[in-house]
């Protein structure tokens, strides 16, 4: 069941390292508003479903514990890759789905990595979509 849309919905796009998490926490924490605002991860989609493969995987350190997931990068990407052969937008469904139910006014989507991801956060909130691309270099 559809619940309130979002006033806002902010995608935030870059590359590895690059600060996705940390600006959404910054942003998070600077609204301090949690009963008006959410921030979702893509990533802990697939996260969610790599932990649930084996009792002795720990999904709460997979999202947030960068040295911790680094052993099961090439799992999470062989899994990852599995599921985008059967649905490319399959993290992003879940995504909405969770906004749908949340009842945000305003909701930051960390993580977002390719157009047609973009394009489907349009094509369901329109106007309501900002995205917000970090572009960092070192050195």
């Known amino acids: 069941k559809q619940g309130q849309n979002p006033k806002l919905v902010l995608l935030i796009s870059g590359k590895r390292f690059s600060g996705k998490d940390y600006l959404s926490n910054i942003l998070t924490t600077q609204l301090n508003q949690p009963d008006q ?22 999904y709460h350190q997979l999202v947030h514990d960068r040295h911790y997931k680094e052993p099961h990068r090439e799992g999470l990407t062989r899994l990852y890759e599995e599921m985008y052969a059967q649905d490319a937008l399959f993290e992003v469904r879940e995504v909405v789905e969770s906004i749908s139910l ?22 369901v909130y329109g106007g309501k979509v900002l995205l917000l691309r970090i572009d960092c270099r070192l050195g």
């Open 37 to 58: 605002t959410k921030t979702l991860l893509i990533g802990s989609v697939t996260k969610r479903l790599y932990a649930a493969t084996s009792p002795t995987i720990d």
């Open 102 to 123: 949340g009842q945000k006014e305003v909701v930051i989507v960390a993580d977002v990595r390719l157009l047609e991801e973009v394009e489907y956060f349009k094509e």
